[in-house]
């Protein structure tokens, strides 16, 4: 299937579980600025809200929503344990883990830092309320190896992703231990060390000199 | 099963799916200036998170996170005429639909507003951010009367309920004709107006408390 990925962004986590999955995607690395794929045409096309991930469908309709588009590759493989059976309270703990992580952290977290409009004044505000989320996240994970339990999910595929962004903006992990080790424990897994692999060599191949 | 709500919030969406399914709870209005439940708890015991809405299940436990709770109630009634989209073949645009209206619209787009620590100056930027998304739905919207399908869904009501702020921030929505006209079509239903209602009634109700 073919996965519209961006480098440094959130579709991250999709490539992370893909791997754990073993469902093989076809990576087309997309120009986020400018909006065109690499063959030059207009990626509104695939996404009309111009954003990344995406993911081409069997019957070639694309799904956006990287918390859903993980939920879906999961159900593909519903033995491999990443996701619980829908109608399970596992479940709902996941989507709810993931509905946070989207919203909270990212469109109301990282994001403003990650523009270039945000005026200098709203910069702080923003910083803060990413530490709070740390904070929470730091509480939580005091109990447990993974956000949901026991055992790695997609929920914690998608959180590896975006509180690793506190690495691009200097926003430092030490405060916060139970985090700082689970994101260790991550980032150790095979198929995260694969995908910031592929990150990588994307990044270096377009010539970005930014933290990856 | 006991609903933790408030007068402002896109908890509204939770409210107008019970009342859909014919699911009866039991409304427990939360203050949410103080971040106290009624007898004096303090919200955090029930969601650190610090925010509405939770919905308590049968064994006790708390689940937040509006996407995650529209999902538990419509899994309650398989055979609803809500569960045949949320449960059916389109499941997944549904879920795509209410990541966005979370993730870019709500916690991404109006949260700014609603917090009296923002700048001035990052008041037209969240407004643009707004814009361009119900311009994203206007344009969707264009040639459907839902979200998703032939038929209201969860998703819907996720979308009313945010959509609504543009009453509450005096964004003028007639530059978006379709939207208008399914806000006004889906304000027209027996739940949404009901759970309109109850908040109505308890907005005035926390109003004659301030000022006594």
């Not at chain 1, 730091?138 to 790695?152: I, M, N, S, W």
């Amino acid at each position: 299937m073919k996965f519209f990925h961006e480098v440094r962004g959130c579709s991250l986590a999709v490539d992370i579980v893909a791997r754990e999955l073993g469902v093989p995607l076809e990576l087309i690395w997309v120009d986020v600025p400018r909006k065109l794929l690499p063959d030059g045409s207009d990626y509104y096309k695939v996404n009309p809200k111009g954003q990344v991930p995406a993911l081409e469908l069997p019957n070639g309709e694309y799904l956006t929503e990287g918390a859903i588009i993980m939920q879906y590759l999961a159900d593909m493989r519903p033995d491999s344990g990443l996701c619980a059976a829908p109608g399970s309270l596992q479940r709902y703990r996941i989507l709810e883990w993931m509905s946070f992580i989207a919203s909270d952290l990212h469109k109301g977290g990282f994001m403003p830092l990650f523009k270039k409009t945000t005026p200098d004044d709203y910069r702080p505000l923003a910083r803060q309320l990413v530490v709070s989320r740390m904070k929470l996240l730091d509480e939580q994970l005091a109990d447990r190896d993974y956000l949901t339990g026991p055992v790695f999910t997609i929920a914690d595929a998608h959180c590896y992703a975006i509180a690793m962004w506190t690495h691009y903006h200097d926003i430092d992990l030490a405060p916060w231990p139970n985090l700082s080790a689970y994101l260790d424990r991550i980032g150790k897994r095979p198929s995260v060390q694969a995908a910031k692999a592929a990150e990588r060599e994307e990044a270096k191949r377009q010539g970005y000199e930014g933290k990856v | 099963m006991k609903f933790f709500h408030e007068s402002h919030g896109c908890s509204l969406a939770v409210d107008i799916v019970a009342r859909e399914l014919g699911i009866p709870l039991e409304i427990v209005w939360v203050d949410m200036q103080r971040k106290v439940l009624p007898d004096g708890t303090d919200l955090h015991a029930i969601n650190p998170k610090g925010q509405v809405p939770s919905l308590q299940l049968a064994d006790g436990q708390f689940l937040s996170e509006g996407l995650a709770i529209m999902q538990y109630l419509v899994d309650q009634c398989p055979d609803s005429d809500l569960a045949s989209t949320a449960r059916g073949a389109d499941k997944y645009r549904v879920l795509e639909w209410m990541s966005f209206i979370g993730s870019d619209l709500h916690k991404g787009g109006f949260m700014p507003l609603f917090k009296k620590t923002t700048p001035p100056d990052y008041r037209p930027i969240a407004l643009q951010h707004i814009a361009g998304r119900l311009e994203w739905l206007d344009r969707h919207l264009a040639d459907r009367d839902y979200l998703v399908g032939d038929r209201f869904t969860i998703a819907d009501a996720h979308c009313y309920a945010i959509v609504i702020w543009t009453k509450r921030h005096a964004i003028d929505v007639t530059p978006w004709p379709r939207l208008e006209a399914y806000m006004a079509s889906v304000a027209a239903r027996p739940s949404v107006r009901a759970a309109v209602e109850a908040q109505l009634v308890q907005e005035a109700l926390e109003a004659k408390a301030r000022a006594a």
